[in-house]
């Protein structure tokens, strides 16, 4: 199963004008606050494109020590850990994922890649209380025509509202 869990500002951005990830606009982010940690401790695996990925490797501690990685990308980064998984080719990757529990920690190009698939399971966006005026949408990277099925809306303790649904 894959899925992915992306924060977005009440006026629809998941990034911040900056480009970094929407979340971090928050002064009291936490990724324990937010579920993340929780959320990634049910997964054996992640899958990323080379643009989120990147970052990582120059992290003093690399993210995802227990997890099997997966990285969206035409060539190899220099650094990239020898047990990482890269290739360019969604469906590829996809299959070589089947029967895991995965993570997907992407921005929107990616998500559409395996949304197109119809490999991407759950979609959970995490609607902060906050607005950002720019950045980057969701869409229109994934089409507009995705077929999303409400699951739950949970309130999450820092006033940010989690909505899952089913893709498909």
Do not use: N
């Not at 054996?44 to 080379?50: F, H, I, K, N, S």
């Not at 997966?70 to 590829?92: K, N, Q, Y």
Request: net charge negative; glycine share 10%.
């Amino acid at each position: 199963m894959i899925r992915t869990r992306l924060c977005t500002s009440a006026d629809g951005y998941v990034t911040r004008p900056d480009g970094w990830p929407a979340q971090l606009a928050d002064p009291d982010w936490s990724p324990d606050a937010y579920g993340f940690v929780e959320f990634q401790a049910g997964c054996d695996a992640v899958l990323m494109g080379r643009t989120t990925f990147e970052p990582a490797l120059g992290a003093p501690d690399w993210p995802w020590a227990d997890l099997d990685v997966f990285v969206l990308g035409s060539h190899r980064p220099e650094g990239t850990p020898e047990r990482v998984v890269v290739d360019g080719d969604p469906a590829r990757l996809a299959e070589q994922m089947r029967g895991r529990e995965v993570h997907l920690v992407g921005g929107p190009k990616t998500v559409e890649a395996f949304r197109a698939l119809g490999a991407l399971d759950e979609l959970r966006l995490i609607l902060m209380p906050l607005l950002l005026g720019g950045g980057l949408q969701l869409t229109p990277a994934v089409s507009t025509d995705a077929r999303l099925t409400f699951r739950r809306a949970e309130p999450l303790p820092t006033g940010a509202v989690e909505l899952v649904y089913a893709c498909g």
